[in-house]
């Protein structure tokens, strides 16, 4: 065990060092967007490791465990929902030269409506990363034996060292080697099973199960809305895509930090491709793993993969997956911090527009808001402890059911610009509220909520414009 947690040090000490040494910050636009210079590629790269939280590493590999190769026609809905943003969203983000996803809201709808939207998105990334930052929290709790939040508290401060100095410059490219790692810990897991078995065909006969397990028809004809089937993944996860990366501020910092539109488009594209291929991995993991246990029972399917982690895993492959959970997680945990700050001292702040602060100033209050942030972050992970459904499902229905009003409010802006401020947001308003409705009351799938709240928002927003109309016409 020795070995494997000095294999965890050396990577955190060597993903702080690499974060400083990256950074180049000299204005708040530096350390918000990377003087927006950033290579389309490692924008991409960012994305994937950023949406790849530990939940990735952990709850899919045990979803994979417990339900076979289901989840993955999600992703492929993933892909079309990001084709839609970059082509119907993207053109407007940066077309005005915007720090923020929200601003793009400001010239239409009012300052108000920029604020609200902005003050959602915080509440919705603070809940949903917290989820996040208390997964990756597990598997050292487990191997150390001492009180899960000082595993937190230790996954924050290492984090927060490299983010505060260097902002997104230092985040994105941290991004890009961590993904290396979780992805080559995972190969690595994969290899060591495959060379495990008794009869090396019993992986290739899982391979080809799974390959058949992917598509699901099963409910699509009376059940769609009520579970996983190639329909509900596709539309669902669409919608979900829309919502995540193309009104998510964590998502949309890394296009708005590219040099121009196309580059924009080809990250955000390119994200949806290779997180169908990652999917795949960590299902198939899970499903190979189901083989070498013998389909043994846990509570939650959360706590399969740090048992295997620490029971079967040798050392040195078990510091370096150690290692790969820990790299997820800052990844998203990196993201977070500084995309809340961002959008904090942008839409709240504004001090984009402030006159008589030097950059210094600037600087140092933005880094100041992402401390602030930080602790949030930890707070709302230690709060996460009593959750006993999939963490990965806890995550995304916490933004599911926010993402849903949010979005039409934007696809308000793209469609219908004569609205005004207090009708969209009314609009918005009744959407979120529609989605919770559903999430709490009914048994639809998470992978709905979006598609509710979206729709509910144009309806009632349109509709209120109609009778504002007509109330004007009879004076």
């Known amino acids: 065990m020795g070995i494997d947690i000095a294999i965890v040090c050396v990577y955190l000490a060597g ?32 994305i994937v ?52 996803v929200y601003q793009f809201l400001e010239k239409s709808f009012g300052s108000g409506t920029k604020k609200t939207v902005s003050v959602i998105f915080h509440f919705t990334r603070v809940l949903a990363d917290g989820v996040r930052l208390f997964a990756t929290s597990i598997p050292l709790t487990f191997i150390m034996g001492w009180d899960y939040r000082i595993s937190i508290a230790l996954i924050a ?36 099973l495959i060379i495990s078995f008794d009869d090396a065909g019993s992986a290739v006969e899982i391979a080809h199960r799974a390959f058949f397990d992917i598509i699901q028809w099963e409910g699509v004809s ?37 040099r121009d539109l196309s580059s924009a488009r080809k990250a955000i594209i390119s994200s949806g491709i290779f997180v169908i291929v990652q999917f795949a991995l960590f299902l198939f993991l899970g499903l190979l793993i189901r083989e070498a246990l013998g389909a043994r029972i846990f509570a939650r399917s959360d706590d399969m993969m740090p048992y295997f982690i620490v029971h079967h895993l040798p050392t040195g492959l078990r510091g370096v997956f150690l290692a790969g959970i820990f790299a997820s997680a800052m990844s998203t945990i990196s993201s977070s911090i500084n995309s809340l700050s961002s959008s904090s001292c942008i839409d709240l702040l ?68 004569r609205f005004s401020g207090r009708t969209v947001l009314a609009g918005m308003i009744a959407g979120i509220a529609a989605s919770a409705f559903v999430a709490m009351l009914t048994p639809i799938n998470w992978l709905f909520y979006i598609a509710v709240g979206c729709g509910v928002s144009i309806a009632v927003a349109a509709l209120l414009a109609f009778f504002s109309f007509i109330r004007l016409g009879l004076r």
């Not at 992703?75 to 970059?86: D, K, P, T």
């Not at 997104?168 to 979780?182: E, F, K, N, P, R």
Request: aromatic share 14%; proline share 1%; hydrophobic share 55%.
């Open 350 to 417: 504004e001090l984009d527009k402030a006159k008589h602060q030097s950059q210094g100033q600037l600087l140092w209050i933005s880094r100041a808001v992402s401390l602030g942030w930080a602790s949030a972050l930890v707070l709302a992970a230690i709060a996460f402890n009593f959750s006993t459904k999939a963490l990965v499902e806890v995550a995304l229905s916490i933004a599911s059911v926010t993402y849903g009003g949010v979005l039409g409010v934007f696809f308000m802006e793209r469609f219908f610009k």
């Open 49 to 100: 490791a950023t949406e790849t939280s530990a939940l990735t590493v952990i709850s899919l590999p045990g979803l994979g465990y417990t339900s076979g190769m289901g989840f993955l026609q999600i992703a492929f809905g993933y892909l079309v929902g990001r084709i839609i943003v970059s082509f119907v969203f993207l053109p407007g983000y940066l077309d005005g030269n915007y720090f923020t």
């Open 157 to 192: 401060l290492a984090t927060l060292a490299y983010t505060l100095y260097g902002g997104i410059g230092s985040v994105v490219v941290t991004d890009a080697v961590q993904l290396i790692v979780y992805l080559a810990a995972a190969l690595l897991a994969l290899a060591f």
């Open 222 to 258: 009376c059940d769609v809305f009520f579970s996983y089937n190639i329909v509900s993944g596709i539309i669902g996860g669409a919608f979900v895509s829309l919502g995540s990366h193309g009104v998510d501020h964590l998502i949309v910092q890394r296009a708005l930090s590219v």
């Open 15 to 46: 993903v702080v060092w690499l974060g400083i040494k990256f950074s180049r910050v000299k204005t708040m636009q530096d350390f918000f967007l990377g003087g927006r210079r950033i290579h389309w590629l490692l924008a991409s790269l960012s």
